[in-house]
């Protein structure tokens, strides 16, 4: 019912993926959202191969459905964990925070679907030439490591440059962000931030909490002079990396800030000085459900609104 261009292209029920979000998106997050018919996504992140191996062979027992692995490229470990998604044939992989480069051909040689996050058009348009299956453009109202444009903005310019599938990102929780982002010619959404207030995501019930207490305010960008800038709910870390703005600290100083930060928010449920790395849309987030009921509002009513729209 739902078929298009970009469940056909990887073999999956609906057209949305969780969103590879670094320390979150772990084996048990990414398997429910595949067994519910989305894409379900393992975030490498700064781990080392190791773990990412270990999740990816968790994964494989819990779901027989395509999954994705994202690869940060950031990454002081990039080169190793690009290495192994090859060795281990990973259905789909996700590039964000950078270019996948050579990989892309690699990865395409195994038939390994790649799909690069996009900050722009010109970025899109590369991908499409290296040989990307389709592009994830992802608006700067999402959580993590942004670009400047807006989803509103970025996405119908992108679906005119190019012929491959573009999946929307960034702003999208529920199923009238959904329809927005198809009325935009999106084929399919990325949703980050409503998963991590799933029941299968394993982040600390006090991260989840401060989400669903989140108003439309309430997310910073911190480290825009960095040329890092990351999305995170505000707090004291937040003012921290504030002032060290203001007295245009370098770069080593934000880093040993934000050293473990995410960790910390995620496992250690310190909302105070852990990083709580969320979407502008957190604050239409109000309660804890399964992938599945999440997929299920998001999608099923996504083409409810477009139907009823039409009548
Ligand atoms: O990657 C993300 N979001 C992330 S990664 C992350 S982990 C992290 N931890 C600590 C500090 C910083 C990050 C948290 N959130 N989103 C995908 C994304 N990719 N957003 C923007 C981009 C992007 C930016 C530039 C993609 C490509 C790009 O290429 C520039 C170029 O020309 O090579």
Not at 126 to 140: H, L, N, P, Q, S
Not at 216 to 225: A, Y
Request: a neutral charge.
């Amino acid at each position: 019912m739902h078929r298009n261009q970009i469940t056909e292209l990887l073999n999956i029920k609906y057209p949305i993926f969780q969103g590879g979000m670094a320390w979150v998106s772990d084996a048990d997050l990414a398997g429910a959202v595949s067994n519910a018919g989305g894409l379900g996504i393992i975030a490498a992140g700064n781990a080392p191969a190791d773990w990412v191996e270990s999740e990816i062979n968790k994964i494989r027992k819990i779901t027989d459905k395509p999954f994705g692995l994202n690869i940060m490229m950031m990454s002081p470990f990039k080169d190793e964990v690009c290495e192994l998604a090859l060795k281990l044939e990973v259905p789909v992989i996700i590039t964000g925070a950078g270019s996948p480069g050579n990989y892309l051909e690699l990865w395409k040689k195994k038939n390994i679907k790649v799909i690069p996050v996009c900050p722009s058009t010109s970025f899109a348009l590369r991908m499409e030439r290296y040989g990307a299956d389709a592009v994830i453009c992802e608006g700067t109202e999402a959580g993590g490591h942004v670009g400047q444009l807006t989803t509103m903005a970025l996405v119908p310019q992108v679906v005119d440059a190019i012929s491959i599938p573009v999946i929307a990102a960034g702003g999208i929780a529920d199923k009238r962000g959904a329809a927005a982002a198809f009325m935009l010619g999106a084929s399919g959404v990325q949703v980050g931030t409503r998963f991590l207030v799933s029941k299968e995501c394993n982040v600390h019930q006090n991260f989840k909490d401060k989400v669903i207490s989140s108003k439309d305010i309430h997310t910073v960008v911190s480290g825009l002079n960095t040329g890092h800038p990351v999305r995170s709910i505000k707090n004291s870390l937040t003012n921290k990396f504030k002032k060290l703005e203001k007295t245009g600290a370098p770069m080593d100083e934000f880093d040993n800030v934000g050293k473990g930060a995410l960790r910390k928010a995620v496992v250690e449920g310190d909302i105070k000085n852990g990083s709580l790395m969320a979407g502008q849309i957190a604050g239409l987030i109000k309660d804890e459900l399964s992938c599945s009921e999440i997929i299920d509002e998001i999608i099923n009513g996504a083409y409810d609104l477009i139907e009823s729209f039409n009548k």
